[in-house]
């Protein structure tokens, strides 16, 4: 920041500004500072060199890494709210059901209560597979804090 700074100000003080529009861009030779004009990228309110550009595309790139590994956890942890959700819908109306004496359900509800059980049985080994696949994932893409770790 402070070389931002002290760059931005001995421009200010050598060479007039040129505006573009809305972007200011600066009119200097390099030769005051020490380095070689291809070693300065100039952009409207920062001059970076190539170095320091690299570390802070690193940088982009592992936020990126960081937010899509999150983006995928929460979607796996939705699917899975919404699962378990179905499943308890399910499972109230099939108590509905059960409290019925046998004796007094006709056959319609016997069959409700017998798709009711299929249902539930594949809503809860769609949800294994959620689990399973939540776990793969997860073993799949160590978080930074895990990759860090000793060994």
């Avoid at 995928?72 to 899975?80: A, G, I, Q, T, V």
């Avoid at 699962?83 to 409290?99: G, H, W």
């Amino acid at each position: 920041m402070e070389l931002k700074q002290s760059l931005s100000t001995h421009l200010e003080t050598e060479k007039p500004l040129r505006r573009y529009g809305a972007v200011e861009q600066t009119a200097w030779t390099a030769e005051g500072l020490g380095r070689s004009q291809l070693d300065i990228i100039s952009m409207a309110e920062t001059t970076m060199m190539p170095e320091e550009i690299e570390l802070e595309m690193a940088k982009i790139q592992r936020l990126r890494e960081v937010l899509v590994r999150r983006e995928s956890e929460l979607r796996f942890m939705m699917d899975d709210i919404q699962l378990c959700n179905d499943i308890m819908d399910l499972k109230q109306e099939l108590q509905n059901l059960v409290a019925i004496p046998e004796k007094e359900k006709t056959k319609l509800q016997k069959q409700r209560e017998d798709e009711l059980i299929q249902k539930i049985h594949k809503l809860v080994q769609k949800r294994d597979f959620l689990v399973d696949d939540a776990e793969v994932e997860r073993l799949r893409l160590p978080s930074r804090e895990e990759s860090r770790a000793p060994t």
